[in-house]
């Protein structure tokens, strides 16, 4: 390991208003790392398309290799949805979930993306 880096938390103003929040834990400035740590956090975050969203969304890094500065990597998350809650005018949604996210540029030109 070359070093681990606690990073954030960042904060963006969404569209049109609240906010999200970047923060985690990664081992190396290179490319990830199993086990790396991205938290995306949603704070009554409007962009404009008339829903206001409020989540927490945990991306952990199950497999990594290649290079992210010659743009061809295999990357596989986890990602965990936590409280995720989208309001519009009509009604509001609730949900919890998981799923394994894979994105596969070592194919180039071809980008696979996998939920």
Excluded at 43 to 60: A, H, L, P, Q, W
Aim: proline share 2%; hydrophobic share 45%.
């Amino acid at each position: 390991m070359l070093y681990n880096k606690t990073f954030g938390p960042g904060t963006f103003v969404c569209s049109v208003d609240g906010a999200t929040t970047v923060s985690g834990d990664v081992a190396s400035i290179f490319g990830f790392a199993v086990d790396d740590l991205i938290v995306v956090e949603s704070s009554d975050c409007d962009y404009g398309f008339g829903k206001i969203v409020n989540d927490r969304m945990e991306f952990t890094v199950t497999a990594f290799s290649g290079d992210t500065l010659l743009t061809q990597f295999l990357l596989q998350v986890g990602a965990v949805l936590i409280d995720f809650e989208v309001t519009s005018t009509v009604d509001t949604v609730f949900s919890n979930g998981d799923a394994l996210v894979s994105v596969d540029t070592t194919g180039n030109p071809l980008v696979a993306l996998a939920i």
